[in-house]
């Protein structure tokens, strides 16, 4: 039987993480977002139960089953339990469809990590093709396309498109994607491709809402850190790898590593909060994708490639040497 809500003797493991004791020095937004999540710890001491606590995140009218395409384990974490804190919802199934991670090891690593999780947590995990020759297939032309470009688009719509053919065929009444919950992820863009693949089938909705908030960043870093999540390095793809790899050569930054328990910069595994959520800040953010804007005008161009990286040369120089860097090893 498939478990649910009502019916999974784990449900009760699906609850808001109270997570690391802030410091003293934490910035407002975490202490606001922490806040928020105590006081709903306080309402389950109480007698609050799960069911009858209140989740800010409201599904669409209807809509009680749920198929939540992962991108990986700490993506999921706390989407998932915001999902099931509705009292509407009785079953949120994770569906794992990336053909986009490259190389496959690093595929693997996520892939396992993720179903591992949710096996702990008794949510269901649905182990989709490694479609990567499609993949590439689908992606052909838009190799050199930005972050965010239009090869982004296209692959948030096959693996959004798969997910949705899945819901449809197994009685789901929505989808959802953890795609939106990095601050990595254009929203808009992921949302567009949701609702797109949703509206294929009569009937199925895709789920929006701001997965992005501080409140739910933070959560998701708290949760991490508890559980030790692998700390991923770039997006996924091997377009990804390579130009962040770029990245951190033209800033004297040791390249990605795949697997293992050292990661090429920072910490392998998630372990700190506050410093996890600076490194998905804003201003990280954005200055990755100006680069990537910039990159993807001069396409191939090995020597104008380099022009524009030498640009960003520096700016990181100093962390890259004491090892602080941060926001290049958190997607």
């Not at 997570?19 to 006081?39: D, F, K, M, Y």
């Not at 998932?80 to 490259?102: C, D, G, K, L, T």
């Not at 239009?150 to 096959?158: A, H, K, L």
């Not at 050292?262 to 800040?281: C, H, K, V």
């Amino acid at each position: 039987m498939t478990p649910n809500k009502k019916e999974t003797t784990t449900r009760h493991n699906l609850s808001f993480h109270e997570g690391a004791v802030l410091p003293r020095n934490a910035p407002s937004w975490a202490v606001s977002a922490s806040e928020r999540i105590q006081e709903k710890l306080q309402r389950r001491e109480t007698g609050t139960t799960i069911a009858e606590e209140s989740s800010q995140a409201i599904p669409p009218d209807g809509v009680s089953r749920v198929l939540l395409h992962s991108c990986c384990a700490p993506c999921s974490g706390a989407m998932v339990e915001e999902m099931m804190a509705s009292r509407n919802i009785e079953q949120v199934v994770v569906f794992f469809y990336n053909p986009n991670i490259h190389p496959k090891k690093e595929y693997e690593i996520r892939k396992q990590e993720n179903k591992e999780y949710c096996m702990r947590i008794g949510v269901q995990f649905i182990d989709c093709d490694y479609d990567v020759e499609n993949w590439y297939a689908r992606m052909k032309g838009m190799e050199f396309d930005p972050e965010r470009g239009q090869r982004c688009s296209e692959c948030f719509d096959m693996r959004m498109e798969r997910t949705a053919l899945y819901a449809h065929e197994h009685g789901f009444h929505a989808i959802a994607t953890t795609n939106s919950t990095s601050r990595w992820k254009d929203e808009k863009q992921v949302d567009a491709s949701g609702f797109k693949a949703a509206s294929r089938y009569p009937g199925l909705k895709y789920w929006q809402y701001n997965w992005q908030s501080d409140e739910m960043t933070l959560r998701k870093y708290q949760i991490s850190a508890k559980e030790k999540f692998y700390k991923q390095e770039y997006c996924g793809c091997s377009y990804s790898l390579r130009d962040s790899n770029e990245w951190r050569r033209a800033n004297g930054i040791p390249k990605i590593q795949i697997g293992g328990d050292t990661a090429g910069l920072g910490q392998r595994y998630f372990s700190d909060p506050i410093m996890d959520a600076a490194e998905e800040s804003q201003d990280v953010v954005d200055e990755f994708f100006a680069q990537a804007q910039n990159l993807a005008k001069v396409g191939k161009d090995v020597k104008e490639r380099k022009k524009i990286l030498k640009i960003y040369e520096g700016r990181r120089k100093n962390e890259a040497t004491d090892g602080t860097t941060t926001g290049l090893n958190n997607w």
